[in-house]
């Protein structure tokens, strides 16, 4: 009972409180006051009354009360006539209210700075630095690619702009990035798509301007205006390079057109598929490709000629001993990959090489190290007929179609499963009677149900293909149904949720290889890298990982604006790209030989040698045998099972 008192009394105090509070800032001020008084009045009688020198008068003693009281409340507690004390207090009061006015202006300032501070409005006085636009999961790996580029640079920066909660970016960049180095992270809370608001980032002072793709349906549409917003932003072109990224071939033009003349659009569903077919057919080339965009391993650099102007291109293969050569850069700005070994070098041309890093690339010769003896000249290989398999269908997938077709033998078939209609499938990959090399056939089916895997005898083809299903519901019964599956009217699947049906689909493919006692040839597409360390298969698997294999191209080309046109010929069906060959093919694999004399075998090819792989080292990473740019002093014995990374024509 007495418990039921004590809250009843609190509340009821409470209660009052709160109608004083309501009653608006005179009631406020009023109550105020009067607490005020209620304290301080008995307290200074008490001191008067305590102190052994107080007036021994009554008269005295009120007097030094008042006194008291108004110094304790700044009002003065002047002595004299009525009309004397009532114009102090009236003047000490104004005081008050001035002084009070005053700080409160000051404070409300100050806040009122700081907030806009916190909220990322004000702008970045900063030149020469990295400008991010847009949030994604492809922050995080590009922050981190830009940061590890100015490792050995004394002062960057990178701004970040983004319709997000400054504090809430900054905070999640410090937990992804946790060592930025020399690099300060600056975010800022803006509209990409507002030129006033891109503005606060100072993108006409910077050196580069990465556009990244956000999620959804709408991605390439939010990239095009961000393009335009900075071109209205920075209607004259500067030195900034643009670098932008949309999912869809179909908005590719556009995004190029929105860009002008001197930014770079990359395509990703292009490029995705691309590396996706070139891996099919080469096992091991997304590592290769993994070594090579990061900026912790070696990467492309341009080195100017010097020594070499008048010589051949296919002398200025050896003549750098820790940096590989695979083309020129002419002075107009068109790059040459692989050209003619007998190409003359201009005085103005720049060698474009494979290095550690951009003040590694020493002219060095090292045609002393090639072994003649050790040469050996290998036979063209015909194109053979193969079994593929394609499990699951999104957007890419008409386009892998189209680049296997380029590349196959005669007679080689193509096995499509996915949850999607067969005659659905066939209309959207554009497949006609006319194609020559490519069988392709249609299955409906779920790629996550074992039992279907089972019956498809995956061990009997050459290569799997796994992509990412988007767009259909899923088929009951289903080991990870999704929300979409319950109800059709949610939103179409995330990457998350595709890389959920990949893992799945891949755990039962390890099953069905370990039974089979057999190591399947995998090639998988995925969306999240994070997923990828969760993948149920072997080290060193080829991985295609399409948000960081665009944010590692993006951020190159950041770097290097010439690196554009390199990497567009690298992914492209004509030109040259990046081969694994068997090294047997090129020297003898009887004895050591220096890598110099590989790039001398390669080049009598009309190749550029750029590394190996070794296939006894092919589970054990980090590198999974890989070896790129390797020093042409270094003496390596092959096997008849390991590979040389080589620059040729597809």
């Not at 060592?179 to 006033?196: H, L, M, Q, V, Y």
């Not at 090489?353 to 036979?379: K, M, N």
């Not at 890389?499 to 390890?510: K, P």
Request: aromatic share 4%; proline share 5%; net charge negative.
């Amino acid at each position: 009972m007495a418990q039921r008192q004590t809250t009843s009394l609190r509340l009821r105090l409470r209660y009052r409180f709160d109608n004083l509070v309501a009653g608006g800032t005179t009631a406020l001020i009023g109550w105020f006051a009067l607490a005020c008084l209620t304290v301080v009045v008995p307290a200074s009688t008490v001191l008067v009354w305590a102190d052994r020198g107080a007036p021994p008068t009554l008269a005295g003693r009120l007097t030094a009360v008042w006194v008291s009281v108004g110094q304790t409340l700044k009002i003065g507690g002047a002595v004299g006539s009525p009309l004397y004390v009532l114009a102090s207090v009236a003047l000490a009061l104004v005081a008050l209210l001035f002084v009070s006015t005053l700080v409160s202006l000051i404070t409300t300032g100050i806040n009122r700075r700081i907030m806009l501070l916190r909220r990322g409005h004000s702008t970045v006085l900063e030149s020469g630095h990295t400008v991010v636009l847009g949030w994604s999961d492809q922050i995080f790996p590009v922050v981190g690619e830009l940061v590890a580029a100015n490792s050995n640079q004394r002062r960057s920066a990178v701004a970040v702009l983004a319709p997000k909660d400054k504090v809430e970016m900054e905070e999640e960049i410090a937990t992804s990035v946790e060592d930025t180095g020399t690099t300060r992270i600056i975010c800022r809370n803006g509209r990409t798509t507002d030129p006033t608001e891109l503005a606060r980032v100072s993108p006409r002072t910077a050196k580069a301007v990465l556009v990244l793709p956000p999620e959804g349906d709408t991605g390439d549409a939010h990239v095009v205006k961000t393009l335009l917003a900075l071109d209205a932003a920075v209607p004259e072109p500067g030195a900034a390079v643009v670098v932008a990224a949309v999912r869809d071939t179909r908005n590719h033009d556009t995004a190029r057109l929105a860009a002008g003349p001197g930014g770079h659009v990359l395509c990703v569903d292009d490029i995705i598929a691309r590396l996706l077919v070139q891996t099919a057919r080469e096992p091991g080339l997304s590592l290769v490709y993994q070594d090579l965009l990061d900026f912790a391993g070696d990467e492309f650099y341009t080195a100017p000629a010097r020594g070499l102007a008048g010589r051949t291109f296919g002398e200025a293969l050896l003549a750098f001993t820790t940096s590989s050569v695979v083309g020129l850069l002419h002075p107009a700005g068109e790059v040459a990959l692989n050209p003619d070994p007998g190409t003359p070098i201009g005085a103005d041309d720049r060698i474009v090489l494979v290095s550690r890093d951009d003040d590694t690339a020493v002219q060095e010769d090292a045609s002393s190290w090639v072994e003649e003896d050790a040469i050996v000249t290998a036979r063209p290989a015909e194109p053979v007929a193969a079994r593929l398999l394609l499990l699951g269908w999104n957007r890419r997938a008409p386009l892998i179609v189209e680049q296997l077709d380029q590349f196959v033998g005669p007679g080689t078939t193509l096995d499509v499963v996915s949850l999607g209609d067969e005659t659905t499938m066939r209309c959207t990959s554009g497949i006609s009677g006319a194609r020559s090399r490519l069988e392709v056939d249609f299955r409906s089916g779920d790629i996550t149900d074992p039992r279907l895997l089972a019956k498809l005898d995956v061990p009997s083809y050459d290569s799997v293909i796994v992509i990412g299903e988007t767009g259909h519901e899923t088929v009951s019964p289903a080991p990870l149904p999704s929300a979409r599956a319950i109800d059709p009217t949610l939103a179409p699947e995330t990457g998350t949720e595709t890389d959920d049906r990949t893992l799945v689909t891949l755990l039962h493919l390890r099953a069905i290889g370990e039974a089979a006692g057999r190591e399947l040839s995998l090639t998988t597409e995925m969306s999240d890298d994070g997923n990828r360390l969760l993948a149920p298969a072997r080290e060193g698997a080829d991985f295609i990982v399409s948000g960081r294999l665009i944010s590692l191209l993006m951020t190159q080309i950041s770097e290097n604006r010439h690196l554009a046109d390199v990497f567009e010929e690298l992914f492209r069906a004509e030109g040259n790209e990046l081969h694994l060959k068997p090294a047997a093919d090129y020297v003898r694999t009887d004895r050591e030989v220096a890598f110099a004399t590989l790039v001398e075998s390669a080049r009598r090819r009309r190749e550029c040698a750029v590394g190996y792989r070794l296939r006894a080292e092919a589970a054990a990473g980090p590198a999974y045998g890989v070896r790129l740019n390797p020093d042409k002093r270094q003496r390596v014995r092959f096997g008849e099972h390991d590979w040389l990374i080589v620059l040729a024509e597809s």
